[in-house]
């Protein structure tokens, strides 16, 4: 609605001025100087770069930025159950959508949409079984990192994995994977899953396509402190961060038989009170829409923090907490210009950090020194990707 | 916010039962409210919003448990798929609790479909299985192979292979 009213309000300023235009002295106009016809062309973008960053924005688009300017450089269409990934190659984007002949019913369609990420032009549609669908989940879609598949969560609601060719543009095969969710991208050959019991399914997936599905004691307690299923990846290395609603963090070597590492906590690394699942136990604690962001340049684990009671995972954050995960210590702490509700980093060695408010702004800042280099107000989401080249 | 939603909750139950004391002083006393069960309410709470509230849910997208549950209690293999269903296994209810739910949806909800003398589920049965949970298996395959078992030995739980025919048509050789 804000958007329809705000361009109607474009339309007509513009249609404005070209009244005054006309209504002009003929000895004015005369003076005029005979403008030239405007020659249209189609604009492409440079290589990718690192600091380029694609926010959810409004709820029909991502926008695409450069970090370094706050400029725009294009929009992808997308709206709150879409999901968006920028192929590892810095080629193309994905966007996965899902319609319905009528809007909001009739028959469903579910598709994987291929962006040319030089001109933005359309390439592709890949026919899709239908696929979760929940508003910005980044973990319901990823990619191998040599390209070549993609692995989308479905539930139908009987959970299991859509496992797409992209070089063959086509989908090879569902896989199921009973009471597990999302995906989390291995090194390579495969991804695993987080299911209701605080345990991973692991699903392999060969050269061919073929899929062989493993599975791992629990390790987490589903129903007293569950893992956040944003917990942030590292796709080079195929390690996952699984942290816990009270910041127990799980550094986990994704594979057929995934290595779980001993937890350590966030509070606790900070030299403050452990956080506990007491819901009258105020403490530093991890949340929001989109609470973490892993730079794999440094090894640094960022996250947005709040001071709250066990069950306040969804609350924004008034400060990012930047840790050392090979030491498990807190490096610094970055106090926010207003509260966010995501973040997300850039993956180069000099890291811009990007904060998002619930209400239309994202912050640009310098990951180091946590100084803001930008503000953005355009109707941006909860959630950012950013590129890992 | 939850703590809210419950005072909120409770101040509307206070105003209610405040108008229908005034009420009652006024007119005829009012019928009392249903109160639920324990099996009923953690069906409502923790499965019905799949499987509908009735037990009858969007067909060939959930399957149907209402007059057709219990169905599955005519062969071994039957008892113990229901029960080793990640939905029912990771419930979030102790044991007793899921053996009283798992025995309302085979006899209440399925009312008509358990084979004549068919045993309700105990305790030990519920607790051994929900530790085997399905994990590393193709449940569109594995359900396949018990539905065609229960249909030999019940040949009146036809209806049970529509469900399955549905999430063929919706999966891309979903093979183990």
């Not at chain 1, 695409?64 to 450089?73: C, E, P």
């Not at chain 1, 893992?227 to 290395?237: C, G, K, L, T, Y």
């Not at chain 2, 594995?142 to 529509?162: H, K, N």
Request: proline share 6%; glycine share 10%; charged share 15%.
């Amino acid at each position: 609605m804000a958007g329809l009213r705000k361009s109607r309000w474009a339309a007509m300023a513009i249609a404005a001025a070209g009244l005054s235009g006309v209504s002009g002295t003929p000895s004015a106009r005369a003076a005029q100087p005979v403008l030239q016809a405007e020659q249209s062309t189609v604009a492409t973008l440079p290589t990718m770069s690192s600091h380029w960053f694609l926010p959810a924005t409004g709820s029909e688009s991502y926008t695409l930025y450069n970090g370094d300017t706050a400029q725009i450089l294009g929009t992808l269409p997308g709206d709150l159950i879409s999901n968006a990934a920028f192929s590892p190659d810095g080629k193309t984007f994905y966007v996965a959508v899902t319609m319905w002949a009528r809007g909001d019913h009739g028959p469903r369609e579910d598709f994987l949409r291929a962006y040319d990420a030089h001109t933005l032009a359309l390439v592709k549609e890949i026919e899709l079984p239908p696929r979760a669908l929940a508003v910005y989940k980044i973990q319901n879609m990823d990619l191998s990192q040599d390209g070549h598949w993609a692995y989308i969560f479905d539930m139908s609601p009987a959970t299991g994995i859509t496992v797409i060719d992209l070089k063959a543009g086509k989908v090879v095969r569902t896989v199921d994977t009973p009471g597990c969710a999302l995906v989390f991208p291995w090194k390579s050959g495969g991804l695993s899953s987080l299911c209701g019991d605080g345990s991973l399914t692991n699903v392999a997936v060969d050269a061919s396509g073929a899929a062989k599905v493993s599975h791992v004691a629990p390790f987490f307690d589903a129903n007293n402190d569950p893992v956040f299923e944003q917990s942030p990846i590292d796709r080079h290395a195929g390690i996952a961060f699984f942290i816990t609603y009270t910041g127990k963090v799980f550094e986990t070597s994704l594979g057929a038989t995934p290595t779980i590492g001993t937890p350590w906590t966030l509070s606790a690394a900070a030299g403050q009170p452990v956080a506990t699942t007491g819901v009258q136990d105020v403490a530093w604690r991890p949340g929001g829409k989109e609470p973490f962001a892993y730079q794999r340049a440094t090894r640094q684990l960022y996250a947005l923090m709040h001071m709250g009671t066990y069950w306040t995972h969804k609350r924004e954050g008034n400060e990012i907490w930047v840790y050392d995960t090979t030491a498990h210590t807190l490096l610094r702490r970055i106090a926010l210009p207003a509260d966010c509700v995501g973040i997300a980093v850039s993956q180069d060695q000099h890291p811009l950090l990007y904060a998002l408010t619930g209400e239309g702004k994202a912050f640009v800042m310098d990951a180091a020194s946590g100084k803001v280099l930008h503000t953005i107000d355009a109707r941006i989401g909860g959630i950012a990707l950013t590129p890992d080249l | 916010m939850r703590a809210r939603g419950v005072v909120q909750g409770v101040c509307a139950l206070v105003l209610l039962a405040a108008s229908a004391f005034h009420a009652a002083r006024a007119e005829a006393p009012r019928p009392t409210l249903p109160v639920l069960t324990h099996a009923p309410a953690n069906y409502l709470l923790g499965c019905g919003g799949c499987h509908g509230i009735g037990g009858m849910s969007r067909q060939g997208t959930v399957p149907d448990l209402r007059g057709q549950a219990g169905y599955f209690l005519c062969t071994d293999s039957g008892r113990r798929y229901v029960l080793r269903l990640p939905n029912v296994a990771f419930a979030n209810l102790t044991t007793p609790q899921l053996t009283e739910l798992m025995n309302y949806v085979m006899f209440t909800l399925g009312a008509g479909s358990a084979p004549k003398g068919a045993r309700p589920f105990t305790e030990a049965e519920v607790e051994a299985a929900r530790h085997e949970p399905f994990g590393a298996v193709s449940l569109q395959a594995y359900r396949a192979d018990v539905v065609r078992d229960v249909t030999t030995a019940c040949p009146q739980a036809a209806a049970l292979t529509d469900y399955g025919a549905a999430l063929a048509t919706r999966e891309v050789r979903n093979t183990p």
